[in-house]
Structure formats: structure tokens, C-alpha cells
């Protein structure tokens, strides 16, 4: 089964993987890239690229305006992460409000500096850092993050997660790349801010790399950080 998304909707396909009591993984090819596994009919895996679990999928768009997805039947293990119709509540209202959180804090990569727990102190943390450190929900994190922030309590830096990225020395696929001139394996994305490149220059530099296929361990919740920041922050 495959087709447009504009055809069916991502809601529609995962009903009929669901009623059907199908197993196989969907891939959606989309503005964010994600998959979802199915065991009979119920799901029990996938993510953004190699970003995996709850926290990964309902991170994905819901109702993503256009691309294509593809249901491949295979051979897939696992007990479900939660019953359907409970996951794809959870899924429809985190993909609801995590435009509105990140409206507030740019993105999961955001680091925050403020007196609350686990913020403090002159460097801050990024709400993924709290998250993989609390063990709690990352839409929980972020959501209580983005309330802090309204309160005054947060104050978003202009510092991300993504910062401590170090790629290869002149990573490029696309054509030349004043980035990619002086990366050298040694010196993070953040330290390229220190010789005089933009954030905006760094992030749409690194979301194209990967859309041409560039990965690494995390590439996965970067590439959703980055293309939130996109659409939030200027």
C-alpha cells in the first residue's frame, strides 16, 4: 500500500493499518520523515530516523500537508507502546500543542537558563537535556519549559542543543559551503558562531545536509529540532 498523502490522510492510513490488524512498518515521507511499526494492528515502534519511541513519534505531524508514505508488510516484535485509540489521542494533541510550545522556546534544543530545577546555574539546559536526565516525557518537559518561560521564570538562550555537534572536515553535500570550508572535526557548530556565522547560516546549513542524507548518532531529534526552529524562530 502506498500513495499520496494529499490522497489519504496520515489518520486514514494508520485507521486501516489499525482495523486491519495489519504488521509492517509505515514510512511517511514528508516534511519531517518518520515511521510507525505495527503488530497486529497496534503500534509498537518507530521514530524519526534514528530518534525512536513515543516521544519520537508524536513529534511527527499528524496531519503533514503533503509527501507519500508506503506500508511495507514485514516481520515486526514488540508489545504496544499504549492501546490505538489512547496513542493516537496522546498523538493528536502533543501534534496540536508542540507548535504552540515551540512558538515559546524555539525547540527541545533550546537552552534555558533560570532558577528553576535543572536550568540553573550560567550555562542553562536544553529541555532534551532535562528530559534524558529526569527520565520524564520530553512533550512534558518542554511544556512545562514553555509555561517557566511565560512566567519569567525561563529565559530562552541563543544557544542550542545542536551546538555540540563536531562533523568532518568539509561535510557537504550540496555543492560548496562556507561551513563546511572550516569544519575540521575539532571545532563544534557552536564555535563556528565564534567566528562570525549566524545560527540561522548554521541551521540551514546542517537541515540541508541531512535532507541530502547526511547522518549521525541524533540526527533524528536534530533534524526535528531544526525544522521547528524554522518555523518559529527567525
Known amino acids: 500500500m502506498q500513495g499520496l498523502l494529499s490522497d489519504l490522510p496520515l489518520l486514514g492510513i494508520l485507521e486501516l493499518v489499525h482495523t486491519t490488524r495489519q504488521t509492517g512498518v509505515l514510512d511517511v515521507k514528508s516534511d519531517v520523515p518518520f515511521t510507525v511499526a505495527f503488530a497486529g494492528g497496534e503500534i509498537v515502534g518507530g521514530g524519526i530516523l534514528d530518534w525512536l519511541g513515543t516521544d519520537a513519534i508524536q513529534a511527527a505531524p499528524l496531519l503533514p500537508g503533503e509527501g507519500r508514505f508506503e506500508f511495507a508488510p514485514r516481520v515486526v516484535e514488540g508489545t504496544p507502546l499504549a492501546p490505538y485509540e489512547h496513542f493516537t489521542t496522546d498523538w493528536a494533541r502533543a501534534s496540536d500543542e508542540w507548535a504552540q510550545v515551540c512558538a515559546?522556546?524555539?525547540?527541545?534544543?533550546?537552552?534555558?537558563?533560570?532558577?528553576?530545577?535543572?536550568?540553573?546555574?550560567?550555562?542553562?539546559?536544553?529541555?532534551?537535556?532535562?528530559?534524558?536526565?529526569?527520565?520524564?516525557?520530553?512533550?512534558?518537559?518542554?511544556?512545562?519549559?514553555?509555561?517557566?518561560?511565560?512566567?519569567?521564570?525561563?529565559?530562552?538562550?541563543?544557544?542550542f542543543a545542536w551546538f555540540s555537534l563536531r562533523l568532518l572536515a568539509g561535510t557537504r553535500r550540496l555543492g560548496t559551503s562556507a561551513i563546511a570550508d572550516v569544519l575540521d572535526g575539532?571545532?563544534?557548530?557552536?564555535?563556528?558562531?565564534?567566528?562570525g556565522h549566524a545560527v540561522s547560516d548554521l541551521r540551514a546549513y546542517l537541515l540541508a545536509e541531512l535532507r541530502a542524507g547526511l547522518r549521525f548518532p541524533g540526527s533524528g531529534w536534530v533534524l526535528r529540532d531544526l525544522i521547528w526552529e524554522g518555523q518559529h524562530l527567525s
Request: charged fraction near 25%; proline fraction near 6%.
Open 186 to 195: 575539532e571545532r563544534t557548530l557552536g564555535d563556528l558562531t565564534d567566528l
Open 104 to 159: 515559546v522556546i524555539g525547540s527541545p534544543s533550546r537552552v534555558l537558563r533560570g532558577e528553576r530545577p535543572h536550568y540553573g546555574g550560567e550555562e542553562g539546559a536544553s529541555v532534551r537535556t532535562v528530559a534524558r536526565h529526569t527520565g520524564r516525557p520530553l512533550f512534558e518537559v518542554a511544556q512545562e519549559a514553555a509555561a517557566a518561560v511565560e512566567a519569567g521564570q525561563l529565559v530562552p538562550t541563543g544557544r
